[in-house]
């Protein structure tokens, strides 16, 4: 049994599907647009109704078979992924061992495996062992679990029912009669498989005359594909670009995160300067900032108040800091200013990048 096809199968299979999508949106549109023809001659006669309706649902049409192109190869592969699956597990599933006639105790082999798998179930096997003594047959499960078959029963007896089967080679049927031993009922389906071959025939006929004539049009191709979808992502990517940006510009905490003034090194020196002359604080410098994941610099400067006590200079300086910089992408680091004789040190730290500056706002730093 063969579960995996040739991946031209499945691409059939995928093209036909895009095919058919299009064509029903295609008509389905227009059916819908021809409603309106007389109200479109009365206001613009002069206008082709025709070429007018086909160009609105091309449009649509373009998008169906734009984004059927995009999710192309990875439908093929999960469908080819799924088969590859049910094959390997028809294949290399091992029948339970040990499996003897419950008539006669005889050793038994198996003349047929069957697999079975839903939508949600996981596919599992099932095997046919037929008694190599007295020919009865038995089901039994890959784990071993025999196959519960449970009969039909007759609605007006309750009498399990029995089944024939009559097979005509001329005429390819198979007649399957279900039967109650001991009233009158009777159940008759005959399976006709010349017909279901015909109807199968018909129909891959029609699927193969559908994907000749419209594959080009409807399906595209490697080099069309990429063409449609970096047009419309760039699109998508610009109109995603505006509305992020309207967001922002609607939200207070990134207007103000905007606003913050982005000093470089030399102006922050020139500011916090200007703020400490007038506190006795003097001689500030800078020394080699780092330049790793973020701009951190430190600094030194004098108190030459000499009546000022270590702490009262030292927060002095920190609210001093902290006021100056409140405006701007710089803020004062976590472990404050140390003081040793006088000398006041500390570290200032830069922030750049705009989500940065929008947590500063939203911290309240």
Same mark, same amino acid.
């Given at each position: 049994m063969n579960y995996l096809y040739p991946k031209k199968?499945?691409?059939?299979?995928?093209?036909?599907?895009?095919?058919?999508?299009?064509?029903?949106?295609?008509?389905?549109?227009?059916?819908?647009?021809?409603?309106?023809?007389?109200?479109?001659?009365?206001?613009?006669?002069?206008?082709?109704?025709?070429?007018?309706?086909?160009?609105?649902?091309?449009?649509?049409?373009?998008?169906i078979k734009g984004e059927r192109y995009r999710h192309r190869a990875e439908k093929i592969k999960e469908w080819m992924d799924r088969d590859q699956e049910r094959q390997d597990k028809y294949d290399n599933t091992p029948p339970p061992p040990d499996i003897v006639c419950h008539e006669c105790y005889s050793p038994t082999k198996v003349i047929s495996k069957t697999l079975h798998y839903g939508l949600d179930d996981d596919p599992k096997m099932s095997f046919i062992f037929e008694c190599l003594k007295c020919s009865t047959r038995q089901i039994f499960y890959e784990d071993g679990s025999e196959w519960d078959f449970k009969r039909e029963r007759c609605k007006d007896c309750d009498v399990e029912l029995e089944t024939k089967y009559?097979?005509?080679?001329?005429?390819? #049927?198979? #007649?399957? #009669?279900?039967?109650?031993?001991?009233c009158s009922f009777k159940r008759v389906d005959v399976m006709d498989h010349k017909k279901d071959r015909e109807r199968r025939e018909k129909k891959d006929a029609k699927n193969k005359a559908l994907l000749q004539k419209y594959r080009k049009e409807f399906c595209l191709d490697d080099k069309r594909g990429p063409q449609y979808l970096e047009s419309v992502d760039g699109i998508r990517r610009i109109v995603d670009s505006w509305k992020k940006q309207e967001a922002k510009d609607k939200d207070p905490v990134y207007q103000k995160a905007m606003k913050l003034k982005k000093l470089k090194l030399n102006q922050l020196k020139e500011l916090i300067i200007k703020a400490i002359k007038d506190e006795d604080y003097a001689d500030f410098e800078f020394s080699k900032p780092d330049m790793s994941r973020y701009v951190a610099v430190e600094f030194t400067t004098n108190d030459t108040n000499d009546k000022r006590e270590e702490y009262d200079s030292r927060i002095s300086l920190q609210r001093i800091i902290k006021k100056s910089l409140r405006n701007t992408n710089w803020r004062l680091m976590s472990e404050g200013v140390s003081y040793r004789l006088g000398i006041l040190s500390g570290r200032l730290k830069a922030y750049e990048r705009e989500e940065e500056l929008i947590k500063l706002v939203e911290s309240g730093q």
């Open positions: 199968f499945y691409e059939d299979q995928y093209d036909l599907h895009t095919i058919e999508e299009c064509l029903d949106w295609y008509w389905r549109m227009r059916k819908g647009m021809e409603k309106h023809r007389g109200e479109l001659k009365d206001k613009e006669p002069k206008t082709d109704f025709d070429h007018e309706v086909h160009k609105c649902c091309s449009i649509t049409v373009n998008v009559r097979r005509n080679k001329k005429k390819e #049927t198979l #007649t399957v #009669t279900d039967y109650c031993p001991k």
